[in-house]
């Protein structure tokens, strides 16, 4: 008679390990996580969670402190270049007319800095912060008209703008000169203003004389017919009372 098999042996790993059919990264986070709760409870204490907040608040702080800082510093040195490059066009706009007033050079300290020309030409630094741009608007776009990190080849680009734009200046004053152009316009401007102040006056001085030639009229017709209705009760006062 044969002998009944052996049981097999109880298995006697912890009921807490990971079966074997998980793979190696689920059990280490398992592992990983059996252990931290062992260390820290569930989720760490109502301290340590906020104190961790704190230190973060903290650090993002000054993080945000020194972000802010360094773009203060970045625009501060924007600025003095490009007030640099002002001084050194003080000579070139020295000499422009003086009865020309389109170009007006100041730096501009906005979020962007920009050395203003005039209304449609500016220079402003380019993202190195070191090289100069100097663009202008124009009807089909902005426009490029130079840009180096040199300063002296700013100057030149600058002036040689300075130049073309009193060059148009001069042709457009010639036009205005040959055709009458501002002058004429203006002329029949004011000439059209006399005339329509005229009209009113002229308007109002013909409703003045109506107006009074009315009330002359009605006065008359008023003081006439009182004085024949005090005629005619005075009358009719003498044949009543008086004349029996």
Same mark, same amino acid.
Do not use: Q
């Given at each position: 008679m044969e002998e009944p098999l052996p049981a097999p042996p109880a298995d006697t790993r912890d009921a807490d390990q990971p079966h074997a059919s998980t793979t190696p990264a689920e059990r280490l986070s398992l592992l990983v996580e059996r252990e931290r709760v062992? !260390?820290?409870?569930?989720?760490g204490s109502l301290?340590? !969670?906020?104190?961790s907040l704190s230190g973060?608040?903290? !650090?993002? !702080?000054?993080e945000n402190a020194e972000r802010s800082a360094a773009i203060f510093d970045l625009r501060a040195a924007e600025i003095?270049?490009?007030?640099?490059?002002g001084e050194a066009l003080s000579p070139v706009l020295a000499q422009v007319p003086r009865d020309c007033?389109?170009?007006d050079v100041g730096v501009a300290p906005a979020e962007r800095p920009r050395l203003f020309i005039d209304q449609i030409g500016f220079v402003e630094m380019d993202r190195d912060r070191r090289t100069y741009r100097f663009l202008q608007d124009t009807r089909h776009g902005r426009v490029t008209l130079r840009e180096s990190d040199n300063i002296d080849d700013l100057v030149e680009? =600058?002036?040689r703008y300075i130049a073309h734009r009193l060059i148009e200046r001069e042709k457009a004053l010639a036009v205005d000169y040959a055709s009458g152009g501002a002058a004429q316009a203006l002329g029949v401007k004011v000439a059209a203003a006399r005339e329509r102040a005229n009209a009113r006056e002229n308007?109002? /001085?013909? /409703?003045?004389?109506?107006?009074?030639?009315?009330?002359?009229i009605a006065e008359f017709f008023g003081a006439t017919a009182f004085f024949a209705f005090l005629a005619v009760l005075a009358?009719? =006062?003498?044949r009543a009372y008086l004349a029996g």
């Open positions: 062992a !260390r820290k409870g569930p989720a301290d340590e !969670r906020m104190a973060a608040l903290r !650090r993002a !702080r000054l003095a270049r490009l007030e640099m490059l007033d389109i170009f680009a =600058i002036t308007d109002t /001085s013909l /409703s003045e004389k109506t107006t009074r030639a009315t009330a002359f009358a009719w =006062i003498y």
